[in-house]
Nanobody
């Protein structure tokens, strides 16, 4: 079992920055591929970014490339999402997710077995 707890969400003005963090407990963190997804009420959960278990491979949704950076610290069991240049369309609940199997595309939510409770990000225009 894996437990994930996100933090760092909040309200920010357009153009500002936020840093989301997700702490994992319960399973060897370095064996997990990690992802960030977001969801607006009434819409499907959307891929944002993912990072391989070793941290070398990263993946981004096109609209966040160049603005968001995913990173991980396996010694601290933490994955981060640095979000710069925030736009109103980035407003959503952001979820951290863990994939222990790593045999599906990292962009699909179905690849991830474990999910955090979510943290709200609101960007005011």
């Amino acid at each position: 079992q894996v437990q994930l707890v996100e933090s760092g969400g909040g309200l920010v003005q357009a153009g500002g920055s936020l840093r989301l963090s997700c702490v994992s407990t319960g399973r060897t963190f370095s064996s997990l591929r990690m992802g960030w997804f977001r969801q607006i009420l009434g819409k499907e959960r959307e891929f944002v970014a993912a990072i391989g278990s070793g941290g070398a491979a990263t993946f981004y949704e096109d609209s966040v490339k160049g603005r968001f950076t995913i990173s991980r610290d396996n010694a601290k069991n933490t994955v981060n999402l640095q979000m710069n240049g925030l736009k109103s369309e980035d407003t959503a609940v952001y979820y951290c997710a863990a994939d222990p199997n790593r045999n599906m595309t990292p962009r699909s939510p179905t690849a991830y077995i474990y999910w955090g409770q979510g943290t709200q990000v609101t960007v005011a225009s």
